[in-house]
T-cell receptor, first 116, second 112 residues
């Protein structure tokens, strides 16, 4: 079975540009997570979807960040406008179980974002 | 609020020896899951082991085992017969109360 698929794997952009990161969860999984990883802040949960509905977006840094899950097989994380401090590795993960506590999360390979 | 603390930023172990990585957490939930993930230099996050809070028996996966102390809110990972391929960043994680929280990580070095 294919794992979680993320694209692009690397993105280099200039400050002020819009960036869209994409994720395809494992088929049949009903929970999806977006994380950001930096040296300074570690691994932070940005947003959590269950059955395509955002359950917890308290980790989204500010209004420049938005995430959507139009269907069970696709999600996007958008940054507009991007800033150098957004440079990080962004992970998408999916899980079979959702709700109050989720079971094992399977991670994608991550997207390394560099904002110049 | 739930928290996860890994107090050891770095650990070192000799090949074939045993090492224990510490993790403590805080929660008011009674039902939750705990995990250890490994992140090698490739940065891929790989599940090492999981523990359901309602299970008293400690989880074991080959050379990896946990010491789960629910009352003390402690969840340590023991790696036996350490191998060079075990060198990585290890993260302790908690899910419960609609929250997922990762610890800051422990970097494990394995000496040949």
């Amino acid at each position: 079975d294919a794992g979680v698929i993320q694209s692009p794997r690397h993105e280099v952009t200039e400050m002020g540009q819009e960036v869209t990161l994409r994720c395809k969860p494992i088929s049949g999984h009903n929970s999806l997570f977006w994380y950001r990883q930096t040296m300074m802040r570690g691994l932070e949960l940005l947003i959590y979807f269950n059955n395509n509905v955002p359950i917890d977006d308290s980790g989204m840094p500010e209004d420049r960040f938005s995430a959507k899950m139009p269907n069970a097989s696709f999600s996007t994380l958008k940054i507009q406008p991007s800033e150098p401090r957004d440079s990080a590795v962004y992970f998408c993960a999916s899980s079979l179980a959702g709700g109050k506590h989720t079971d094992t999360q399977y991670f994608g390979p991550g997207t390394r974002l560099t904002v110049l | 609020a739930q928290t996860v603390t890994q107090s050891q930023p770095e650990m070192s172990v000799q090949e074939a020896e045993t090492v224990t990585l510490s993790c403590t957490y805080d929660t008011s939930e009674s039902d939750y899951y705990l995990f250890w993930y490994k992140q090698p230099p490739s940065r891929q996050m790989i599940l090492v082991i999981r523990q359901e809070a309602y299970k008293q028996q400690n989880a074991t996966e080959n050379r990896f085992s946990v010491n789960f102390q629910k009352a003390a809110k402690s969840f340590s990972l023991k790696i036996s017969d350490s191998q060079l391929g075990d060198a990585a960043m290890y993260f302790c994680a908690y899910t419960g109360g609609f929250k997922t929280i990762f610890g800051a990580g422990t970097r494990l070095f394995v000496k040949a």
